[in-house]
Each structure stands twice: as structure tokens, then as C-alpha cells.
């Protein structure tokens, strides 16, 4: 059917009339399909395109009424936010001319301009100042240059137009590149609006309604090549879904943007990009690994998981095998926490080899100490000692058990085994022979585990310790022989005897058992290539005893390097009540009066509690003796009884025979007194003078009885003879002149002769000279013994 057109429609475009032509087909179309009048022409159709196109406008002009409405409301207060910004500049401003002028002074600066400009002079760089001022500067730049502000200009140098021609391209470039970057990038105006004191920062963008003002446009049009008018309108409808995501992106762009950046130092906390450290309202405390282990029920599964595959490895255990399992298990030590895999190896040989009915066989026995043992080589220690520990408890709670229980049998095989394989040394063999040997009473059971110890290490302890191996099995045949519990008819000890009598004639043939020297010096060979260092084998080797190992607990895992260990609060617990007992070893007064002569430990107020509350000086000594101290807390024994005897109001003869005691009883008490009278002769000035009185008194009945000798002056100072000094000498001397006999006199001023006392003497004849021979208030007695003395004094 051909389609009339009026002569005044040839007037439209013929872009128009396409698309009124395509109109009018399907306008037919579907008047046909509903039973209606179909149209002939396309004057019916022009009105409503007609309509549509001014509809298109109204809402284009509601549009832009609508964003301009908004823009107005949003922008109402910039003035506000104008004034805002101007009064921080102004603040930023007052606050640099104050840091200015702190550095001014700090400097020395005056701030008027002449200082300025003297100070810009003196360092040459007066032109700075010249060059600051911007209509200078323009001048210089126009007089200096090629015109066109480039200074130091010379047309006649190629160089330098070489470089003025490359500089101005670089401009021309950048110049470029920022007007990309400003295309691309969409500025945002921010307007501050208050709403109830608060304020609200609102994005607006400005190429919005540019954007959407094309976009309608290009609705308008339509590509000549396109067969149907609905599929452009789908079109459009894509694009405008295409454009609000492209909007969505920009915004989550801007978003992370202004986010902080948020880092890990390393110690695990959160800082932002200054280094600042970010408190999270989220963040928990830490938690170790082994509380952490206990809290997660999926560390169970992990463990399950382990335990599956260790055992998968010990289940295809053999000599051939035995390197790929190895590396297996190590790869293991590498990814999984080694507490749980010490832990899970442990119970898997535990179950597997730890059998009560019967004697597993020594050849699984052999392999899986030869594994335990290259781990304890390759890995470290605590394999090995781990293993140990827990077998080892195992062995004391099965010690009394019946013969028919078989777990302690596999116990000594096994640990024979890795003695074999150099995880540990003879020692810990020999205690546990002696352990058993020793607990009461010897039964048959414990002889049963003897010859199950000798008969699988016997001739390796015989090579490696012959001479403990001997007293070993001597100590062994008296104590059988005396024991009532074995009948000399056992079939055990006839066994006994006659492993005895092998290993004592090295003969590996008559070993009652069948005794396989050849296996162990096969598996030798195989731990030794395996070894991955080979000088670790003795450093690894545990020479750990027994008790180590049952003590652990309480003392400690020494043998491991770096172990963790924290005393029993059973030692602490003790530790308070021997201080509690101090305490209530005295009375009241005694306490406060060691409180107020400072004896600030518990050592000394024991010992001074002991001094003061004993009968005599034999009684003192003998109670200080019963403390048990050390050789350090000895010491305070001469503190103490030193300081009761200057302290004393009237002198007391009591301190000085406990100090004379002490001395004979051995020389480090005669030492100590020695050290500690050289630090009272530095402290002379700070005594009272019936302190000085008490010293003196003190020191001639110690040089009476020969605890202490004149020698210890040497440290004195002569030359500043301080009073105190002078009281404490003439009393000294005085006391020694009236209670000593001539001879005995003689031997007290004796000095060796050499050069090293030449000093003290002459100062000790010239002090009595002056200070006691020549005052008229002595006694003739004393006058007479204090010349005898100068004249003993006098020999060389």
C-alpha cells in the first residue's frame, strides 16, 4: 500500500518525514489488529509529534527552573561561609607573625627594616631583597632579559636559546596536561548551610545540567540506519542506566578518596599515613596462642587433622621409608604449632608401643625410637626431652604393677633404644637401673625389668662406661643375694646371673635372649646419613638424670634452651611462712627496737633478735650458728654485732667475745671484720663520742686477742686527723696500755719489715708522742707502756 503524503509535508526534513513515515506503518498496523478505521494520511500523526515536542520542552524548562531553585537554596549562605573562610585566614595569619617573631627573638633579630636589610647585606644577599618586590622584580626581569621576562638572556648564545626554546615547550605542555586533568576531574562546589546550628556540607556538581541538557538533545536525534523508532527508545533508555552508574562510580571514587589510609606497624597496631596509632572501639586484648588454642573449638579439628596424618606417616614406618617420612613430618614442624605435634606424637607412640598384654616387637621399637631420635637431631631438643618427660611418669605409676603388665617392659626397650640412637647418654640408663634397683622391695617384676635394661644396652654401656657398668652390677649381685623376696631356684635370677656373667666376659653368644648387636649397627648407619648435621650428635645428646626430668615441673626444664619456667607457688607459699615464723620468733619490743636500728631485711632482724634475746656469748653463737646462712648472709653477723656495740650506752664486753668467737671459728669471719672496720674508719666523723668510746674499746680487746692485728690501719688517714679520729685513737691506746702486759705489747706493735708499713709506723710514733706521752693527765703505767711501744716502733 502506497503512502499519500500532502504537498505541505514535503516541507519537513527528511529525517521528520522518515520518522513519520515509520509512524503511519505501524499505526496502521495496529488499527488492522483491533478493528479500527486505519489512517490514510500523516496529518493526524504531525499534531501529536507536534504535542510531544512541546511537552519535551516544558519539562526541559521545569528541569532547569527546578536545579536553579536548588542551586538558590543551597547557595543562600555563602556569603556566611566567605566571611567564615576570611576570619581563619586572618587567625592563620596572627598566628605566623607570632612564630615569626618568636623566631626573631630566638635569633636575635630586631623586626624593624633596617636590621632586615643590614643583616640581608652582610650575608651578600641584598638583591633577594630587591627581587622580592613584584613591580622590581617585573623591571629587572624586562632591563635583564629577553623581553619577555626571561633574566640572563643572551640572544648571541645558542645555547641559551636552545634552552629557552625547550623550556617554553615544557610550559606549552604542562599547560596542556592541567587542562585535561580539569576536564576530566569535575569540580565540586561545597556551600554551608545551617540548619539548627549545625552545619551540612552539601556536593553540587556543575557540569550536571550540561550533561543532561545534551543528553535530551540526543534523544532528538536518530541515526538514519536504524529500522525501528522503539528500539532507539530502549537505547536511550541503556544509556541513562549507563550514565547514573558511571555518576555511582564517581561518588565511591570521591568517597575512598577522603578516607584515611589505614596501615600495620609492627607490632600489630592500627596507624593512619602520619604514623598516628588508631584506637578501634573493636580492638580486644591479645590472647597468647595456647589460650587461644583452648578458646576455638576449630583448633580441635586442625588437631584431629594432625593426629591423622602423623598417623598415616607411623603406620608405613620402615628402614626403607624412613627418609620421605621424615621429611613429611618436618614439613609438618614447619606449618602447624610444634606444642601440637610434640603433643600428638607422643600419644600415637604411646598407643602404638605402650602395649599391658605383651611385648611389642623390637623392631618397631627400634624404628620409632630411630625416628624419635632423628627428630631430636634435625628439629631440636624438646622432641625429645617432651617424649622422655611423659614416658618417665609413665614409669613411676606402673613401677608396682604385676609381671603380667607389660607397659613398663616396652618402656625400657624403647628408652634402651634411643639411648642406642644417641638421643641421651648412659646416665639416664644407670638411673633408672638404680631406681629400680633401690626401691623395696626387689621383687621379681623389678628384676625382670633389670635384665630387660642389660640385655638391650648392656654391651653398648660396657664400651662406653665400663667402670660404672662394673659397680652397677656388683651393687646388683649383693643386693639379690640378700633379698628374701627372690629364691635362689628363680629362673629369673639364673638369667640374671648369666647376662652378668656375658657382659663381663664381652661375649654377645651367651646372652640368654637372643641378643641382635647387627640391628642396631644397621639403624646406626641409617641415622647417620639422615643426620643433617653431623657434629650435632653429642651436642644434641640429653645429659639429663632422672630426677631432671620427674622435678620438671618444680625446677624447671633446664637442658632446653630458652625454656619458660615458673616457680611453684607450693616455694613462695614456704618462703611466707618462714618469714611469718621470724616474725613470731620475737616479742613485740624486740621487733620495734630492730625497726628503729634499721635492720631492714630479715636476715639481720634475725640476727639481731638472736644477739639480744640469747643468755651469753656462748649461747649466741651457738643459736647464729643454727640459722644455717651462706657465706653472703654470714657476713651480716659481723654487721650486726658491730653496730649492737656501738649503739650500746655503756660499753659491753658481750658483741666483743661473740666477734672473737666468730674469728677463731674460721678466717672469712676474721676477713669480714677486717672490711668492715676499714669502712667504719671512713665513717669516724659521723659517730658520737660514746660511739668513738665503744669502737675503741672494742678494737684493742679484738687486737688483745689476735682477731685482728695493727695492719689494718694501713687504710687509716693520718694526714687528715679529724677529731673524732683523735678520740677514737687515744681511747684505743689507753684501754691497750692498761689492760696488757709488756711482752704481750711488744708482739701488738711488731710490724713486718718491709717498706709497705714504714708510713704507718712513724705515724703511730708521732701520734703517742704527742697526743699521750707528752699529757700529763695518764697514769705513769700508761706512760710507761706508750714509750715501750714507740721504742718497738723505733726497730726496723
Not at 89 to 104: C, G, S, V, W
Not at 772 to 787: A, D, F, G, M, P
Amino acid at each position: 500500500m502506497k503512502i499519500e503524503l500532502k504537498q505541505e509535508n514535503h516541507l519537513l526534513p527528511r529525517k521528520k518525514r522518515r520518522q513519520l513515515e515509520r509512524k503511519l506503518v505501524k499505526a496502521k498496523r495496529n488499527a488492522w489488529q483491533h478493528r479500527e478505521k486505519i489512517p490514510v494520511s500523516v496529518d493526524a500523526l504531525v499534531s501529536s509529534s507536534e504535542l510531544e515536542n512541546n511537552l519535551k520542552k516544558k519539562k526541559k524548562k521545569k528541569k532547569k527552573k527546578k536545579s536553579e531553585d536548588e542551586s538558590a537554596e543551597l547557595t543562600f549562605d555563602e556569603e556566611d561561609a566567605k566571611e567564615q573562610r576570611r576570619k581563619n585566614l586572618l587567625e592563620d595569619n596572627q598566628a605566623e607573625d607570632m612564630h615569626i617573631k618568636k623566631l626573631e627573638k630566638l635569633l636575635g633579630i630586631k623586626s624593624d627594616r633596617k636590621t632586615y636589610l643590614r643583616g640581608f647585606v652582610d650575608d651578600g644577599l641584598d638583591f633577594l631583597l630587591d627581587f622580592c618586590d613584584r613591580d622590581q622584580r617585573k623591571q629587572i626581569l624586562l632591563a635583564e632579559g629577553d623581553g619577555e621576562g626571561n633574566a640572563w638572556y643572551d640572544e648571541n648564545d645558542e645555547d641559551q636559546q636552545w634552552l629557552a626554546k625547550k623550556q617554553k615547550e615544557r610550559v606549552k605542555l604542562a599547560n596542556k596536561t592541567e587542562d585535561i586533568k580539569q576536564d576530566k576531574t569535575k569540580k565540586k562546589k561545597t556551600s554551608v548551610v545551617k540548619f539548627n546550628e549545625q552545619v551540612q556540607t552539601k556536593m553540587i556538581d556543575d557540569d550536571s545540567m550540561e550533561d543532561e541538557e545534551d543528553f535530551d538533545e540526543d534523544e532528538e536525534d536518530f541515526d538514519e540506519d536504524e529500522e525501528d523508532f522503539d528500539e532507539n527508545e530502549e537505547d536511550e533508555d541503556e544509556n541513562e542506566g549507563d550514565f547514573d552508574d558511571d555518576e555511582e562510580e564517581e561518588e565511591e571514587k570521591d568517597d575512598s578518596e577522603e578516607a584515611p589510609i589505614a596501615k600495620e606497624d609492627i607490632y600489630g597496631r592500627t596507624i593512619d599515613t602520619k604514623g598516628n596509632v588508631v584506637k578501634n572501639s573493636s580492638s580486644t586484648t591479645y590472647i597468647p596462642p595456647a589460650l587461644r588454642q583452648k578458646q576455638n573449638a576449630s583448633d580441635e579439628n586442625s588437631n584431629i587433622e594432625l593426629k591423622r596424618r602423623l598417623q598415616g606417616q607411623l603406620n608405613r614406618l620402615s628402614e626403607k621409608n624412613l627418609s620421605s617420612i621424615l621429611i613429611e613430618i618436618e614439613t609438618l614442624y614447619r606449618s602447624q604449632s610444634r606444642a601440637s605435634i610434640h603433643a600428638c606424637i607422643y600419644q600415637l607412640y604411646h598407643d602404638s608401643l605402650l602395649s599391658s598384654l605383651s611385648l611389642t616387637g623390637e623392631s618397631l621399637l627400634a624404628e620409632h625410637a630411630l625416628l624419635a631420635s632423628l627428630l631430636h637431631a634435625n628439629i631440636g631438643l624438646e622432641i625429645g626431652s617432651y617424649i622422655l618427660e611423659n614416658f618417665f611418669q609413665i614409669f613411676l605409676e606402673h613401677i608396682n604393677d604385676e609381671v603380667s603388665n607389660k607397659i613398663n617392659d616396652n618402656l625400657i626397650i624403647f628408652i634402651s633404644y634411643l639411648y642406642a640412637f644417641y638421643m641421651t647418654n648412659g646416665k639416664i640408663i644407670f638411673d633408672v637401673a638404680r631406681y629400680i634397683l633401690n626401691s623395696n622391695p626387689l621383687n621379681e617384676k623389678r628384676l625382670e625389668l633389670i635384665l630387660l635394661l642389660l640385655k638391650t644396652s648392656g654391651f653398648l654401656l660396657r664400651k662406653d662406661d665400663p667402670l660404672q657398668l662394673k659397680t652397677f652390677l656388683q651393687e646388683l649381685r649383693t643386693i639379690c643375694s640378700s633379698s628374701t623376696l627372690i629364691s635362689s631356684s628363680s629362673k629369673r635370677l639364673e638369667f640374671m646371673m648369666d647376662t652378668i656373667k656375658s657382659l663381663k666376659n664381652n661375649d654377645v653368644r651367651k646372652l640368654p635372649g637372643g641378643f641382635e648387636p647387627e640391628r642396631i649397627d644397621r639403624l646406626r648407619k641409617i641415622y647417620k646419613n639422615l643426620v643433617k648435621d653431623k657434629t650435632v650428635q653429642q651436642a644434641n645428646m640429653l645429659n639429663v638424670g632422672l630426677q631432671d626430668f620427674l622435678n620438671a615441673k618444680e625446677q624447671g626444664r633446664w637442658w632446653i634452651v630458652g625454656s619458660a619456667w615458673q616457680k611453684q607457688t607450693v616455694q613462695d607459699n614456704k618462703k611466707t611462712n618462714k618469714n611469718q615464723k621470724v616474725e613470731q620468733l620475737f616479742d613485740e619490743k624486740i621487733r620495734k627496737l630492730a625497726k628503729k636500728q634499721h635492720m631492714n631485711t630479715d636476715i639481720r632482724r634475725l640476727i639481731f633478735g638472736t644477739l639480744l634475746t640469747s643468755e651469753d656469748c656462748d649461747d649466741a653463737v651457738e643459736k647464729l650458728h643454727k640459722l644455717n646462712l651462706n657465706k653472703v648472709q654470714e657476713r651480716e653477723i659481723i654487721h650486726v654485732t658491730v653496730h649492737c656495740c656501738l649503739h650500746e650506752k655503756v660499753y659491753n664486753p658481750y658483741y666483743t667475745l661473740i666477734l672473737q668467737r666468730f674469728c677463731a671459728y674460721d678466717r672469712r669471719f676474721q676477713i669480714s671484720l677486717q672490711y668492715h672496720t676499714w669502712d667504719r674508719f671512713k665513717d669516724l666523723s659521723l659517730l658520737k663520742n660514746q660511739q668513738l668510746a665503744n669502737f675503741g674499746q672494742a678494737l684493742s680487746q679484738l687486737l688483745i686477742s689476735k682477731s685482728l692485728t695493727l695492719n689494718i690501719f694501713k687504710n687509716f688517714n693520718f694526714i687528715e686527723l679529724t677529731q673524732s679520729a683523735r678520740t677514737f685513737l687515744v681511747e684505743l691506746f689507753v684501754k691497750l696500755f692498761n689492760e696488757i702486759d709488756d711482752a704481750s705489747l711488744r708482739n701488738i706493735f711488731q710490724f713486718p719489715s718491709t717498706q709497705n708499713y714504714k708510713f704507718v709506723k712513724d705515724a703511730f710514733r708521732l701520734f703517742l708522742s704527742h697526743f699521750i706521752l707528752n699529757k700529763t693527765n695518764y697514769s705513769e703505767l700508761v706512760h710507761r707502756r706508750c714509750q715501750i711501744a714507740i721504742n718497738q716502733l723505733s726497730v726496723e
